[in-house]
């Protein structure tokens, strides 16, 4: 993983717990791999939205939730560095 990676990882999990306001949770805790979803992070479909407009306004990334890869890149923090990067 590159240094840039990481540090948009870190940046990412600091953006999932403010905007979400998961104050009991540290960025360390979020596993870069791990599902946000379900049995992981155990984010719903009200936290993607307010993710998908946290990212908007941080990044300016407008994502498209009809977009069948948008469900994908939300997999994980992982997959959302890479879509960001990719899309910067």
Do not use: W
């Not at 990676?5 to 999932?16: G, M, P, S």
């Not at 984010?43 to 977009?67: F, H, P, R, T, V």
Request: charged letters at 30%; a negative charge.
């Amino acid at each position: 993983m590159s240094v840039q990676h990481t540090d948009l990882a870190l940046e990412v999990k600091q953006l999932i717990i403010d905007s979400l306001d998961l104050e009991d949770i540290s960025p360390e805790e979020i596993v870069d791999d791990e599902p946000l979803f379900g049995d992981g992070l155990g984010l719903d479909s009200i936290d993607a939205l307010e993710l998908g407009l946290a990212i908007k306004k941080q990044y300016g990334i407008k994502l498209d939730a009809n977009d069948s890869e948008t469900k994908q890149h939300f997999a994980s923090v992982s997959n959302l560095c890479r879509f960001i990067l990719q899309n910067r």
